[in-house]
């Protein structure tokens, strides 16, 4: 099972939207709703932001949102906030009941 | 509150095995399954593999598949994951992750490092 492809980085300024992609396969994000983004701050364990594809977690800013659209997935933040400055991660469940997650995109706020 | 606690930092040689453990509480243990993912230093995470808490059944990662031996303690609350025939390739932080559906708690991380 091949990662899902997402940016290597994506930056943008303090208030601005920047949005990530997450392609992958008909076998895995173009056939399930389970699409899940996570926040991960260096030595830290990964934070789930979106899961279901649009579902916000209690306690995850309204600033966080995801999309689909066929093999990609897409998180948007809005408001742009420098504690936004991290690495974003997303996760599909796959056609053989196994999990798969994207390549990593560093998000850096100018 | 839901919490996964992992047992500590590892160091061992190559060839040799390493058992992570994986402590749940706050929640009705056998509802969830429990999943392994692991990222090396600088690299993305990579999903190894999980358990049905409830039944026992394992599912890995074709790239584990004959290393990683999934096992659960129901009387302890506590999920292990054993790799074996350890190459330096496996230093990394190895994580547990409770699912239903969704990885909504994570522990906060082994590292394991393989070193002659």
């Known amino acids: 099972q091949s990662a899902l492809t997402q940016p290597a980085s994506v930056s943008g300024s303090p208030g601005q939207s920047i949005t990530i992609s997450c392609t992958g396969t008909s076998s895995d994000v173009g056939r399930y709703n389970y699409v899940s983004w996570f926040q991960q701050y260096p030595g830290k364990a990964p934070k789930l932001m979106i899961f279901?594809?649009?579902n916000r977690p209690s306690g995850v800013s309204t600033r966080f949102s995801g999309s689909k659209s066929g093999n990609t997935a897409s998180l948007t933040i809005s408001g742009l906030q420098a504690e936004d400055e991290a690495d974003y991660y997303c996760?599909?469940?796959?056609?053989?009941?196994?999990?798969?997650f994207g390549t990593g995109t560093k998000v850096t706020v100018l | 509150q839901v919490q996964l606690v992992q047992s500590g930092a590892e160091v061992k040689k190559p060839g040799a095995s390493v058992k992570v453990s994986c402590k749940a509480s706050?929640?009705?243990?056998?509802?969830?399954?429990v999943h392994w993912v692991r990222q090396a230093p600088g690299q993305r995470l990579e999903w190894m593999g999980w358990?049905?808490?409830?039944?026992?059944?394992?599912y890995h990662s074709q790239k584990f598949q004959g290393r990683v031996t999934i096992t659960r303690d129901i009387s302890a609350s506590t999920v292990y994951m054993e790799l074996s025939s350890l190459r330096s390739e496996d230093t990394a932080v190895y994580y547990c992750a409770r699912n239903l559906d969704v990885f909504d708690f994570w522990g906060q991380g082994t590292r394991v490092t393989v070193s002659s």
């Open positions: 279901e594809v649009t």
């Open positions: 996760s599909s469940s796959t056609s053989t009941s196994n999990y798969v």
């Open positions: 358990i049905n808490v409830g039944n026992g059944n394992t």
């Open positions: 706050g929640y009705i243990f056998i509802r969830y399954s």
